[in-house]
């Protein structure tokens, strides 16, 4: 029998405002796209997934962002355990994040968690290249 999965909770306007000014931001790196995504902004480094902002639904709290690592490097791990306004949402708790937004400030600080998702998704691109020509 599956779990009966929790509904979303409803995005506050101002993580809804919060998400368009990342967004915008965000729109100026250079090889990164946005697609919708089941009531999310989807972010993308080419074809890797590393970031979603909130349109219509949550993402757990009514104003979080979130970002993934696969996975993080132990330096990345141990900031991401440190800090109270961050959380794991994967099943492993280990590549899915959410950065809980409370003030303009955090901004900020969610350009910085998802930058540095958005590099750590061009080096796992990087990763899987080399893997594949050892394997050939």
């Not at 979603?52 to 900031?79: D, G, H, M, Q, W």
């Not at 280990?94 to 955090?106: G, I």
């Amino acid at each position: 029998m599956r779990e009966k999965h929790e509904p979303w909770l409803p995005v506050s306007e101002q993580a809804k405002a919060w998400a368009a000014a990342l967004a915008a931001e965000i729109r100026e790196w250079p090889e990164v796209t946005q697609k919708s995504f089941f009531g999310f902004t989807a972010l993308y480094r080419e074809r890797y997934m590393f970031g979603l902002l909130p349109r219509t639904k949550s993402i757990f709290t009514a104003n979080a962002v979130a970002f993934r690592f696969e996975p993080p490097n132990p330096k990345t791990k141990a900031l991401l355990e440190n800090d109270p306004q961050i959380a794991p949402f994967d099943k492993h708790r280990e590549r899915w994040y959410t950065l809980e937004l409370t003030c303009d400030a955090d901004l900020h600080r969610a350009l910085d968690w998802l930058g540095r998702a958005c590099e750590h998704a061009s080096k796992g691109k990087a990763q899987k290249k080399a893997r594949k020509k050892r394997r050939k």
